[in-house]
């Protein structure tokens, strides 16, 4: 996971060049009478989701004159078209992710935009800069349109919860087989507000973070072994413990990524750095 900034395109910017972008004159006209409606569910948007609870976000049919066919047709008609009269902003909003790195899983590269809360129950929003969000085809297409029923449902959202972004969260565990395999699990500490528990343990299960990361982490345990026997000769399992606690504390900065989570377990096991490693296939 990662925490980004809210996209500094603004909301009626975006529907003022998809209005510029649509030619049926009748359509234009219902969609101009509808911008207010519009403007206001962006700002309940923004206010909810500072406030942490997007849950309270309404779910609307349409809006005025307008289908939810309609509101929903305005994304893929002038946001991700190649030449839609709003591609700009969608190019802002995926070219916003460092190094192309998928915000929800902080793993996959970015391909697409998610609507974080998803146009088919909320068509208001299927153009609100704040409600799109990179994202790498494999969280798109498990997240689906899943939307929050209550606050504890809310997955993370990379604008606006840096706090749980960041706090710590992640625990890998050892299976010591053999072979070795090594799984992910969210275990937020019990002292944090059962809501911000639910929101973490939502995230990983709608994201699918347990299978992208075990993929990662076992992927790396074959190049480890062959390391790790190299400094077991050399220097013992103190020389196997000092190179899992460096490799831990060089990925620190990365509070749920799943190398920290990975190395710090690895490093915390006795059995493992006492040649347990061996067990790796
Ligand atoms: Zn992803």
């Known amino acids: 996971m990662r925490a980004l900034p809210l996209p500094s395109a603004i909301s009626a910017n975006v529907m003022t060049m998809c209005l510029n972008g649509t030619t049926d004159a009748a359509l234009r006209a219902r969609l101009q009478a ?3 409606n519009l403007a206001a569910s962006a700002a309940s948007y923004q206010a909810n989701a500072v406030a942490e609870r997007l849950d309270l976000q309404a779910r609307v049919p349409a809006v005025g004159g307008v289908s939810k066919a309609e509101l929903v047709a305005l ?3 002038h946001l991700s078209a190649t030449k839609g009269s709003a591609r700009a902003v969608y190019d ?3 070219n916003a992710a460092p190094n192309k790195k998928c915000p929800l899983c902080g793993v996959g ?14 068509p208001d929003l299927s153009v609100v800069p704040a409600n799109l969000v990179p994202a790498c085809h494999f969280c798109n297409d498990t997240k689906k349109a899943r939307f929050p029923a209550s606050a504890g449902q809310q997955t993370l959202h990379p604008y606006y919860d840096a706090r749980l972004i960041n706090g710590r969260w992640l625990a890998a565990a050892i299976d010591r ?3 070795v395999v090594i799984t992910f699990a969210p275990s937020p500490p019990p002292a944090w507000p059962l809501i911000d528990r639910q929101r973490v343990e ?6 699918g973070l347990g299978t992208v990361f075990a993929s990662n982490a076992n992927d790396e345990l074959g190049p480890l072994k062959t390391r790790l026997a190299a400094l077991e000769a050399a220097g013992g399992p103190a020389a196997v413990q000092a190179h ?5 504390a060089s990925h620190a ?8 989570s990975l190395y710090e377990a690895l490093a915390a096991d006795p059995w493992f750095t006492a040649g347990g490693f061996h067990s790796i296939a």
């Open 253 to 260: 900065q990365r509070t749920n990524g799943w190398q920290l």
């Open 109 to 122: 590269t970015v391909a697409v935009l998610d609507h974080h809360l998803p146009k088919a129950k909320y």
């Open 202 to 207: 939502r995230h990983f299960a709608i994201c």
């Open 92 to 94: 802002q909003i995926r």
């Open 34 to 36: 509808i911008v207010p």
């Open 177 to 179: 087989g053999p072979p």
């Open 75 to 77: 994304y893929a008609t």
């Open 244 to 248: 899992l606690i460096e490799e831990a």
